[in-house]
């Protein structure tokens, strides 16, 4: 679980991560749309990425 802290201006967010294990990068299939002092998630209620 990683909490994440994104700024800068409004537009869509892609997620992407490498593995080293892999020698790949990885991107979240649902790209979401970045907007001034919103909150994706909870503790309780994650967001949680498809990843391809």
């Known amino acids: 679980m990683f909490f994440l802290y994104i700024a800068g201006t409004e537009g869509a967010v892609t997620l ?3 593995s080293a294990h892999y020698k ?6 649902d ?18 990425p498809v990843w391809e």
């Not at 790949?24 to 299939?29: C, P, S, V, W």
């Not at 002092?37 to 994650?46: F, N, R, S, W, Y």
């Open 24 to 29: 790949n990068f990885f991107e979240a299939k």
């Open 31 to 48: 790209a979401f749309t970045f907007a001034n002092d919103a909150h994706l998630g909870t503790v309780a209620e994650p967001f949680v």
């Open 16 to 18: 992407r991560y490498y």
